[in-house]
């Protein structure tokens, strides 16, 4: 890219395509931050302007909306922009580009037509089966369908970057593998091996059991496969924020990346440990054996690798910007950050919060003391530290500077988008605090009303009152602080005629990719060890799952999630007076 | 490949973190023999629940000296039975599944948590020291009323704890020369003989007697009354056992028949 | 008036502090410590003022 011009000015195209992807992405948050404020009243029982039937199609909008349509719409607008700005070259077709956001785009709208559709009797869809759909809670095939075609743009997606790395490769043989390109590609090898888990749960169970094409399916089967995706999917939404840390940190803070080398294993590491860790999700699982369980347990462990070494590069890599900048003494350096700028002051504290949620994930993942917060409001308190932070704030961040590289255009409010990102941080911790102490007493999580007739949450300090107006407050900042994030970002589109502060060039890692052995670019290899460690892993519990219930599992009938609460009632009541008369 | 000093010494460490997780959470699973849901539950298809021995009457069992098993059945939206009652200090094993959705099996605040998946049953095994009355909530998503499934746990006293059952044989309607029989039956559902005084009241009879019952057995008591020394009209019985109470009204009357209805167990 | 920090450094410590009491309270609790809302709040009024008025102190007076 040529020195001093923006990414907008080098490659006007496919910033127009960038900032569609970011558009989808932040229309996404604003619906899905409304939701979230509805339900962090509506629980509290502090304000519920719905039905509580209806709290579920709210939620399944939230999940849906935050976790597959914000992160992934943001995450491919990042990562076309890490692969064309380092390649330093535009998609080989950029009809091509276009095809598979439309892909994603289509089939965002068709899953969140099922599922709004749900808010009004008018139309006869339904889909209240939140973002996890386990059968046999039955959503409208659309529902389906529109995840099938969004991932599937994803999947071109991945084969668009491949082949820009491709053709980038023929022009320079020999060359080690930009940094940001090589995150991007050995990302997307994760989605692909993770992903294909969710594409036969529906393909091949789901969807032709909600076409009524087969009778019945198994729902352990459906659920691990499920999981199998279910975890990596998370490291396909924080690793878009690892690349920013890693890229985009060091740079803001006024240094260079630490170590090029470690961020490769970093990655690497990754791609061979996030799919055969799903069972994690399962520890309460009945038909699936604790020796299953223990490995995922011990793999699950082995991932806070990664993660530790990101915490030990992004600290040294601050510190080296600090002391550029005249930063002294053990500690004093970090005042010479600039916590001025939004972009680097978001990830910073984005990071703070990621290295607090990842203690309480390692309470999740140590398999016995699971069971003290299984589906309690531990698990959304754990959510929200790290997808609803760690990705979800550095993507605001990173979008402070990189919006204003895809404009052209000068970021408006700066002052105003730091009390943005600090508003986000002080109601992350409201908020999840009291889901982590909740969860600890018992609270459940996904329910409208968890306050229950037959017995009192017990709370060692405080009372639940007090947890519900502290989980409400920190709601209410969050929600003031995306809808603040979304004004800045519409202001700044329309605010041309100026120029980015910033000159858009990222500098070279201290160590560079010269200090590391080739083989870490062989991505094949990587692709078969992973593919190994997967089959290793998941194929005896398959194995068990489908000769206990069968691959189509026993004959169970479809629950289809539009039958209004009273008839359910109802029946279950006769059903109930049948088996005690009987 | 080139690694700072101080990279290696992170990266020992955080090895050393790792480990000791793990160890810690294999002491806590081999060691302390936490034992966690897994495979040993025998599976179920759903609609066969209503046959199945053990589901079809959802219900508490003795099974040995201080060793009881529930049979509970997870459906939208309740489950059965409610309230389960068993005794503190005893080693009690859930077995639970689902006749329709995924639900799962909380007792708040403790960790006796476990999905309930259809076609699969979960094996739990706790023993509670503390009696009192736990919530028994369902915290995976099953549908629009999901937050009002929710039953009880009764954690009671050894002492207060039985698996006894009454039940009263009497008839509502008898003629003015006819017999009033009345059958009172006494359940032992737990494995110890158990002495109950059993009472039967009707009119100014009372009959009372002490049974011994076995385990696993039961015994029965009658009162015969002659109709005509009651006279025409309603009279009012009852019949108890330890804590049990049942009562009726059995009619004296002219052209009725005998017809037989049991009262219902406690 | 000048301050002795920037305020952008000023607004990140002031939620920082906001940030440490909440989940001090936790931290305390579980160590069997329980602070009421209101000594919580009192806590924190108390340790942003004088964050506050260390900020806008001048530099270098009474030092
Ligand atoms: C305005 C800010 C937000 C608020 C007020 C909010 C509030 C909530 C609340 C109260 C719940 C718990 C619902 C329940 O279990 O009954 C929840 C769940 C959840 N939130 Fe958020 N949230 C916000 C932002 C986000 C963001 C940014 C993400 C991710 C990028 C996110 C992802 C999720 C997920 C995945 C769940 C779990 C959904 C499920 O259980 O199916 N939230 N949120
Ligand atoms: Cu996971
Ligand atoms: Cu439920």
Excluded at chain 1, 104 to 131: E, K
Excluded at chain 1, 468 to 491: E, K, P, R
Excluded at chain 2, 60 to 89: N, S
Aim: charged share 15%.
């Amino acid at each position: 890219m040529p020195n001093g011009a923006t990414f907008a000015d080098a490659y006007p195209t496919q910033a127009r395509h960038i900032r569609a992807a970011f558009w989808a992405s932040f229309l996404s948050l604003g619906v899905g931050a409304f939701f979230g404020l509805i339900q962090a009243l509506h629980r509290t029982d502090i304000l519920r302007v719905i039905e509580s039937q209806t709290y579920y199609t709210v939620l399944t909008a939230h999940g849906v909306f935050l976790v597959i349509s914000f992160t992934i719409f943001f995450l491919v607008g990042v990562f076309q922009w890490a692969v064309t700005d380092s390649l330093e070259r535009p998609p080989v077709d950029m009809r091509f580009t276009w095809g598979w956001y439309g892909l994603m785009s289509l089939g965002a709208s068709l899953t969140a037509f099922a599922i709004l559709a749900g808010f009004t009797d008018s139309i006869d869809v339904r889909a209240n089966v939140l973002f996890t759909f386990y059968a046999p809670l039955q959503a409208h095939p659309l529902f389906y369908v529109g995840l099938v075609v969004f991932v599937v743009g994803t999947w071109l997606a991945g084969a668009d970057w491949f082949r820009s790395w491709l053709a980038w490769k023929g022009d320079n043989p020999g060359e080690r593998i930009p940094l940001p390109t090589f995150m991007v590609l050995t990302t997307m090898i994760m989605w692909y091996i993770s992903s294909i888990g969710v594409a036969v749960a529906i393909l091949a169970f789901i969807l032709p059991w909600s076409l009524e094409l087969t009778g019945s399916l198994n729902p352990t089967l459906t659920r691990t496969l499920f999981w199998y995706f279910g975890h990596p999917v998370v490291y396909f939404w924080l690793l878009p924020a690892y690349l920013l840390w890693y890229i985009l940190l060091p740079k803001l803070a006024g240094g260079r990346l630490f170590s090029d080398p470690l961020a490769r294993v970093v990655f690497i590491l990754f791609v061979l440990l996030s799919t055969p860790v799903g069972i994690h999700h399962q520890y309460l699982d009945p038909g699936i054996s604790e020796g299953f369980k223990f490995i995922a347990m011990t793999n699950t462990m082995f991932l806070l690798l990664p993660s530790l070494l990101t915490a030990f590069t992004i600290i040294a890599s601050m510190e080296h910007g600090a002391r550029q900048r005249g930063g002294e003494g053990y500690f004093n350096w970090l005042t010479a950050l600039p916590w001025r700028d939004p972009a680097f002051t978001g990830m910073a504290l984005a990071g703070m919060v990621f290295a607090f949620g990842g203690f309480t994930g390692i309470v999740n993942a140590g398999m016995n003391i699971n069971y003290l917060v299984h589906n309690t409001l531990w698990v959304p308190g754990h959510i929200h530290t790290q997808v609803g932070t760690a990705a979800a704030l550095t993507f605001m961040a990173g979008a402070y500077w990189l919006v204003p590289q895809l404009t052209g255009n000068r970021l408006v409010g700066r002052g105003l988008a730091l009390v943005q990102v600090v508003l986000w941080f002080v109601g992350i911790v409201f908020m999840t605090n009291s889901m982590y102490r909740g969860g600890l007493v018992g609270i459940p999580r996904r329910t409208a009303e968890p306050q229950y007739e037959g017995f009192e949450y017990e709370v060692a300090a405080g009372s639940v009152g007090e947890l519900n107006a502290q989980l409400a407050i920190g709601g209410t900042i969050l929600f003031v602080s995306a809808m603040l994030f979304l004004a800045l970002m519409v202001l700044t589109a329309f605010n041309g005629g100026t120029e980015p502060i910033d000159d858009g060039s990222i500098p070279p890692a201290l160590s560079g990719p010269e200090d590391s052995p080739a083989v870490l670019d062989n991505l094949k290899l990587w692709v078969a060890i992973a593919a190994v460690l997967v089959v290793i892993a998941y194929s005896f519990p398959l194995a068990s799952i489908v000769s206990r219930g069968g691959l189509f599992g026993p004959d169970i009938g479809p629950i289809p999630v539009a039958i209004d609460a009273a008839s359910t009632v109802a029946r279950t009541a006769l059903e109930a007076v049948s088996a005690v008369v009987r | 490949m080139r690694i700072h000093q101080y990279e290696r010494v992170w990266l020992l460490a955080s090895m050393v973190l790792i480990v000791g997780f793990i160890a810690t959470i294999t002491y806590g699973a081999v060691g302390l023999g936490i034992t966690m849901v897994d495979d040993r539950g025998a599976t179920i298809a759903p609609d066969e629940i209503n046959e199945d021995e053990r589901f079809g009457d959802p219900r508490v069992e003795q099974v040995g000296d201080d060793e009881y098993e529930v049979y509970a059945v997870a459906m939208t939206f309740a489950f059965q039975p409610d309230p389960i009652e068993i005794p503190a200090d005893s080693e009690v094993t859930f077995y639970v599944t689902s006749r329709d959705v995924i639900h799962s099996f909380y007792v708040v605040g403790t960790n006796t948590n476990t999905m309930v998946i259809p076609g699969e049953i979960s094996v739990v095994t706790v023993e509670f020291d503390e009696p009192g009355e736990y919530g028994l909530i369902c915290t995976e998503y099953c549908g629009a009323a999901h937050h009002e499934m929710e039953g009880q746990l009764a954690v009671l006293e050894d002492e207060e704890f039985d698996l006894t059952e009454l039940e009263v044989e009497a008839p509502d309607e008898v003629e003015p020369d006819g017999e009033i029989e009345i059958t009172a039956t006494v359940t032992n559902g737990q494995l110890e003989a158990i002495e109950e005084t059993v009472t039967v009241e009707l009119g100014d009879e009372t009959l009372e007697e002490s049974v011994t019952v076995e385990g696993d057995e039961s015994e029965s008591v009658t009162l015969t009354v002659d109709a005509a020394d009651l006279g025409e009209g309603d009279h009012d019985w009852t019949a108890s056992a330890g804590d049990l109470t049942e009562s009726g009204t059995v009619s004296v009357v002219e052209g009725s028949e005998d017809d037989t209805e049991g009262g219902d167990d406690a | 008036m000048r301050l002795r920090t920037s305020p952008a450094k000023l607004l990140v410590l002031v939620a920082l502090c906001l940030v440490v009491l909440v989940e001090l309270r936790t931290a305390l609790a579980f160590v069997g410590v329980s602070l009421s809302i209101g000594a919580t709040v009192a806590v924190g009024v108390a340790a942003i003022a004088a964050l506050l008025l260390w900020a806008v102190r001048p530099a270098g007076s009474g030092e």
